[in-house]
C-alpha cells in the first residue's frame, strides 16, 4: 500500500482535471504516473503502459472497453479508481454500500487521491484473492467429476472395480509424471473417440 | 461530457403545476432507439400520466448501471442483456431488476470497412444487396486467406459484453462457420469511437446501433451489410429497467410511467409524426446528429455505401406497431442461453427459473389494462429470431461447440419452452 514505484494511468481527455488527479499522486508519494487523453485503441496504449493501477472518470465513455478487457482477459485486470467531478456524500456510500467492485466516487480534489488509490488497490486484492479462490474450487469440482467419469469407464471396459480403476490411473499418473487429472481426461477422450463412453 | 438533464433545458423550469408531480429521472444513451423517452417527456406524454420525466443523458452502460445501483437515476434505457446479468450478479454486481416494456426492437446493423468490403466482394462473389448467410461465408473466405497469409485476426467491435450487437453479431458469425471467439477479435468500442477506430483502422467492422452505422457510410469509411432485422426479425434491443425494488414501493409512478411510454411508442412509430421525431432526435440534448441521416433507420430505408442508392430493409426499428413494447420472456431466455453458450455464464435451472421473473409482460399488461393495446394475432412469429439459417439454439452444426455445451443451451432451451408456452 502506497507502494510509490506503482505505475499509474490516469485515463482523461481533459486536461484540467488530469493534472488536479497527477499533482495528488505525486502529493502523495508516486511518481511513476502515465496519463492516456486520445481513447482510440485503448487496449494497445494500456498494454504499452502496462500499468499497476487505472484511474479513469465516472464519466469516461471507454469504461466499457475497459470492463470488457478485465473480463476476457486475466492478464490485463488491474485495480481501476473512479472519480467524478462532484462531491456528493450521498452518492460516495451508495457506492461503497453497494459493493460494486475496486472503485470509489468522490469529488475531485487532489487530497482525495490518495485515499481512493489505497482503498481501490486494497479493494481489488480482496477481490481477487476471492475471484482466485472460486475459481480454484470450480477447477477442484471438474477435476473430482473427471476423474469419477474416467474411473467409470474403465470400471466398465476392462472390468476393474472401482478401486483398482483409481490404482491404474494412479500408478499410470506417477509413472508418467503427470497429473491424475491428465490421466483421467485421457480415459474420457479416448473413450469418446472411440464411441464407448 | 458530464449528464445533462434534458428536460430541465428544453423545457424550463418545472411549473407549479409539476412541483407537485412525482418525479421520475431515467438515463439514456443518444441513439436512434432513444426515441420513446425523448417523445414521452418532450411531447407531454409523461406529464399527462401524471408523472415528470426527466431524462439523464450517460455516456456508457457501465455508467448506466451503476447509477441505477447507486440511486442517482430511478431506471434506464438498457441493453436486453443487461437487467439479466445484473439480476443474476453476472459482472460483478448483483441487483435484482425488471424490464416491463420494451423500448425498440431491431434498429443495429453490422457495418464492415470499405476495404474490408472489397475483399469479401471477391473472396465471396457478393453483388450488394446479398443475404446475410452469403456475406457472412465471404467473410469466413477472407478469413481463410488472411489465415494463410499469416495476417492478424480481423478485429470487430460492439458495445458492451452482455449487448444484442454481442450476441447478434457471434450468432450470425457462428452460423456462417466462424468461430467469434477464434476467427475474429470482438472488442468492446463506444458508440461514439466506432467510427473513428474504423477510419484509424483499428477495428475492420462493427456491431451498432443507428445513426453510427450511417454516420460511416457518410464518412465514405464502411459499407452495412447485415441488419439485425434480418437475423432476427423482431428482436428486443432497448428495454425500460428500473430496480425491482422500485417496482414493488411505487407500482403507481411505474404503471402511469409504462402508459406514457406506450402512448409515446404509438405516436414514434405513426410515419404521419416521422419529421417532427427526427427533428427531435436531432436536437443536441439527444443525438446532435444530421436529420436525414437519424432518418434512414426510422423509415428502413439504408444506404448501405456511398454512392449506392438506399434499400429498404422492413422492420429495420420497431418502435410499437404488432405488440412490439410488450416485454417477450422467451427472448430474455434466449439471451441467457447465448450468455451460457458464450461462457459468460454457468447454466443453473435456478438462474433460467429467476431469468423468466426479468421481462415482465404481465405488468406492462396490468398497467395497460383497459388500454387500446392488443395482443398480436395467433401465429404471428414474432419473437423466433430469423436467420440466413433457421434459429436453433442447440444446432450442432455450430462447429466449436463441444457437445457439453451444447446441452446446456439445450437445458435452457428446453425450459423455454416447457415454461415459455404462456407467453
Redesign the interface.
Known sequence: MGDPNLTILIIEENAVRAAILEEGMRDAGYCHIQRIADMANLLNKICAVDPDVIVIGLENPSRDTLEQMFQVSRSVRRPIAMFVDISDTATIEAAVDAGVSAYVVDGLKKERVRPILDVTISRFHVFRRLQEELVQAREALEARKMIERAKGILMKQQNLGEQEAYSLMRRTAMSQKRKLYDIAQSVVTAAQMFGQS | ???TTVSDHTCGPLSLDERSLPTITLGFIPLTDCAVLAVASELGFAHRQGIVLRLSRE?????IR?KV????LDGAQMLAGMPIAATLGI???R?PMLAPFCLSRNGNAITVSSGLYREMALAGGLRGNDAPCVVGHALRAVIDEHRTQGRPPLTFGM???FSCHNYELRYWMAACGIDPDIDVRL????P??MV??LR?G?VDGFCVGEPWNSLAVEAGLGQIIVSKAEIWRHGVEKMLCVPYALAVEKPDILAALIRALDEAAAWADDPAHRSELVELLAMPAYLNAPAAIIERALNGAMVPARPLAARSVPDFLVLHREGANRPPVDQALWLYSQMVRWQ?SACHRGDAQLVRQIFRPDVYEAALRGGAWQAPAPGQDWDVPESATAFDPTSSSVPHLDPGQIDIAAAVAAIAVADGASD
Open positions: 461530457m458530464s449528464d455516456v456508457s452502460w457501465a455508467n451503476d445501483a447507486f440511486g442517482l459482472n460483478q454486481l441487483m458495445v458492451y459484453p472488442a468492446v468500442i463506444p461514439p469511437l473513428d477506430s484509424d483499428y459468460q
